[in-house]
Nanobody
Framework: VQLQAFGGGLVQAGGSLRLSCAASGRTFTRYAMGWFRQAPGKEREFVAAISWSGGFAKYADSVKGRFTISRDNAKNTVYLQMNSLKPEDTGVYYC?????????????????WGQGTQVTVSS
């Protein structure tokens, strides 16, 4: 599975962005999909994940109620809708694919990673 994330940009605090992650390969529907982010000087952290069917989603506490993860298996694409953005949401956002259920997948268990897209939220 090859992943390509896009949709990042510069936005003011309180604004919105939608990230997309396009996957290649016929086995996309086998994988749980996750979004992670990495701020300068910090470790990559979990943001959100969704099951292969789209029926289950998991969020980091810091983004609950503001971000929504979704997927369209017909288009081999996963999305991250980000609303009410804060400066602390700034970072490079990566999508990832892993076999298993998102509630049990740790960062190291994701097998495939996209190249990342920069999100900058100005105050």
């Amino acid at each position: 599975v090859q992943l390509q994330a896009f949709g990042g940009g510069l936005v003011q605090a309180g604004g919105s962005l939608r990230l997309s992650c396009a996957a290649s390969g016929r086995t996309f529907t086998r994988y749980a999909m996750g979004w992670f982010r990495q701020a300068p000087g910090k470790e990559r952290e979990f943001v959100a994940a969704i099951s292969w069917s789209g029926g289950f989603a998991k969020y980091a506490d810091s983004v609950k109620g503001r971000f929504t993860i979704s997927r369209d298996n017909a288009k081999n694409t996963v999305y991250l809708q980000m609303n009410s953005l804060k400066p602390e949401d700034t970072g490079v956002y990566y999508c990832a694919a892993g076999l298993g259920t998102p509630e049990h997948l740790s960062r190291s268990q994701y097998d495939y990673w996209g190249q990342g897209t920069q999100v900058t939220v100005s105050s």
